[in-house]
């Protein structure tokens, strides 16, 4: 069966959430946003793309960083309303130059940070 991205669940922004794993790790690394052709684009280039809801434009992760993320498989959820790029990630994957963007820990009502910047 060929892959449409129309076929997904976009909110009413038109996005749907990506969550970025690492495919050697197994390891969360963040969560943007795509449109329909930010997946097109990523599938056809196997570089990783996001919509930037700030700045209203595409930019493929790692472009200016170096830290760039290569596709190795798009999943999406039963729902097509999320979607989980599996990546073999250059470097940081989070723009304060850490591994990943989940490094904060909420524990017992405190915020403690689990790893530093490389």
Known sequence: MIFNPATLAFNESGLIPVIA??????????????????????????KVTYWSRSRQSFWVKGETSGNVQQLIDLRMDCDKDCLLALVKQTGPACHTNRRSCFYTSVSEGSEIELMSPE
Do not use: H, K
């Open 21 to 46: 794993q690492s495919e050697a790790t197994g390891e969360v690394l963040m969560m943007a946003w795509m449109n329909e052709e930010a997946v097109q684009r990523t599938i056809d280039t196997r």
